[in-house]
């Protein structure tokens, strides 16, 4: 089987970070702290928070909660930008049931997230950990930092592309490489909109999809 590799950006492991000054945000207190240990928990294994299912909500109180989630994320990486003494504009949004925000207008932030992402995986589990904070309620909030997560989309899909049509030359499944995710479900969206089964294989970090024949 055909091994397909590409640039990797991670969702749910943190890479090793500094540790940011905001105090309340970044440093729980110990009262604070099973709260934090459960969203490292989730991030260690990001497909169970996949599945999380929320008590129910209207769709104007799930709005609200979202929204609520884009200000909090907000204001903490606004001060994180101020400590570092770098400019940026921060964009709120709700992307589906997940609270949406993107960092624009900042070439160093820009120039250090590349070429994997990193930088920003790291911000958005900071960023999550504060909300987490303020609202005690695990968040699956999503960063961008000038539009980086778009164009990784966009490489995801060529690579579905590319996996498929090897499907389809040999007959035989194609394993790709592990992905997050975030990745994983580009992918599945790809594999079924042709028409083809896929499926998430393997634990942990090696967590991969493997493309089948239909």
Known sequence: MNDITAPSVTDGETPDAPEPAVADAASPS???????EAA?????DPEADEEEARPAETAEERLKRLEEEGDIA???LEELLDIADMDGDIDIDVDGDRASVEIRGS???SRLNKPSGELMDALQELARLAVQTRTGERSRLMLDIGGFRAEHRT??????????AKVAESGESVPLRPMNPFERKVVHDVVKREGLRSESEGDGKGRHVVIYPS
């Open 30 to 36: 110990a009262a604070e702290e099973p709260a934090a």
């Open 40 to 44: 490292v928990a989730s991030a260690a």
């Open 74 to 76: 907000a204001d903490y």
């Open 107 to 109: 070439d160093q932030l």
């Open 155 to 164: 490489s995801l899909e060529e690579l579905a592309a590319g996996a498929i």
